[in-house]
């Protein structure tokens, strides 16, 4: 079993104090630097202690269900709903803009591709972010600064395997499937203006659809949804460990963990695609 200390706020970095206020900007840099690779070495090891525990016994799956129930059924209004709207304003934007040229009938195809490999697997993993991710950091560190982690450690019990294995099962699972369920709404939603404010036919558009949409459109967001499923809960979980401070830290953290998983998503986002678009 591993001591949680080591997810603790590693604190501010000290920094020799230099005589000329101009390397205060580079002390600072540096500063913001070393803090970020201390925080960045602290979750990855974390995401390695709960990879490796997953394969290893016992297998709590009754906290799995539950957490999977927590991560998906309970965010599937907010999910579909955003992938709803988002569908009907790209359909809306593209079409207008194509009608300036009588391109209106390629309006399907793109906005297919858009919502299948970019638009749907972010909005939905941002979504999911904004209401989960907060909601393990608050859970996790209220246990914290409630020192309930600490009794589970006093007899025995592996904190990781018991409270972040389940939570980044449920997210690395979830949300493929939560994005999977928006790929679809966001077309349906996309085709009920093309029908409405585009004059095109509901069979007219299908069709179109899945003329320009390939399987390498699809593959391409749902396993980058992996990868972002794994970002809410490690962050979340992260963040939720090392909080402290009563109240007020737990409400710090929570802060934090959103912000720090929209900031990740995105950027892991361009590199998933570099590396995508080369292998599919």
Same mark, same amino acid.
């Given at each position: 079993?591993?001591?949680?200390?080591?997810?603790?706020?590693?604190?501010?970095?000290?920094?020799?104090?230099?005589?000329?206020?101009?390397?205060?900007?580079?002390?600072?840099?540096?500063q913001w630097f070393e803090q970020a690779c201390r925080h960045a070495g602290a979750l990855s090891i974390l995401l390695g202690m709960a990879l490796v525990r997953i394969f290893q016994p016992p297998f709590r799956f009754r906290q799995w269900i539950a957490q999977m129930e927590q991560v998906g059924v309970h965010s599937l209004a907010v999910a579909l709903l955003t992938a709803t709207f988002t569908g009907m304003v790209m359909v809306l934007q593209t079409g207008v803009q194509l009608g300036r040229f009588q391109s209106e009938t390629m309006t399907p195809g793109i906005a297919g591709i858009a919502l299948l490999r970019e638009i749907?697997?972010?909005? /939905?993993? =941002?979504? @999911?972010?904004? *209401?989960v991710g907060a909601g393990i950091t608050a859970e996790l560190g209220t246990m914290k600064v409630t020192e309930q982690i600490d009794a589970l450690e006093s007899i025995g019990t592996d904190p990781i395997h018991y409270l972040v294995v389940p939570r980044l099962v449920a997210c690395m699972v979830m949300v493929p499937a939560l994005t999977i369920l928006a790929d679809m709404?966001?077309?349906?939603?996309?085709?009920?203006?093309?029908? /409405?404010? =585009?004059? @095109?036919?509901? *069979?007219?558009?299908?069709?179109?659809?899945?003329?320009?949409?390939?399987?390498?459109?699809?593959?391409?967001?749902?396993l980058k949804t992996i990868v972002f499923g794994g970002i809410v809960a490690t962050i979340g979980s992260y963040l939720g460990l090392r909080s402290s401070g009563g109240a007020?830290?737990?409400?710090?953290?929570?802060?934090?963990?959103?912000?720090?998983?929209?900031?990740?998503?995105?950027?892991?986002?361009?590199?998933l695609t570099e590396i995508l678009l080369k292998v599919l």
């Amino acid at each position: 079993m591993m001591n949680l200390s080591q997810f603790s706020d590693p604190g501010p970095v000290v920094v020799e104090q230099a005589p000329s206020d101009l390397l205060r900007p580079f002390r600072s840099a540096r500063q913001w630097f070393e803090q970020a690779c201390r925080h960045a070495g602290a979750l990855s090891i974390l995401l390695g202690m709960a990879l490796v525990r997953i394969f290893q016994p016992p297998f709590r799956f009754r906290q799995w269900i539950a957490q999977m129930e927590q991560v998906g059924v309970h965010s599937l209004a907010v999910a579909l709903l955003t992938a709803t709207f988002t569908g009907m304003v790209m359909v809306l934007q593209t079409g207008v803009q194509l009608g300036r040229f009588q391109s209106e009938t390629m309006t399907p195809g793109i906005a297919g591709i858009a919502l299948l490999r970019e638009i749907a697997p972010v909005l /939905t993993s =941002l979504a @999911i972010a904004a *209401r989960v991710g907060a909601g393990i950091t608050a859970e996790l560190g209220t246990m914290k600064v409630t020192e309930q982690i600490d009794a589970l450690e006093s007899i025995g019990t592996d904190p990781i395997h018991y409270l972040v294995v389940p939570r980044l099962v449920a997210c690395m699972v979830m949300v493929p499937a939560l994005t999977i369920l928006a790929d679809m709404v966001g077309i349906l939603g996309g085709c009920l203006i093309g029908v /409405t404010k =585009l004059g @095109i036919s509901v *069979r007219s558009y299908l069709d179109i659809t899945f003329h320009w949409v390939a399987p390498q459109d699809f593959y391409s967001g749902f396993l980058k949804t992996i990868v972002f499923g794994g970002i809410v809960a490690t962050i979340g979980s992260y963040l939720g460990l090392r909080s402290s401070g009563g109240a007020e830290g737990v409400g710090t953290s929570t802060t934090r963990s959103v912000v720090a998983a929209f900031i990740l998503i995105l950027i892991s986002d361009y590199f998933l695609t570099e590396i995508l678009l080369k292998v599919l």
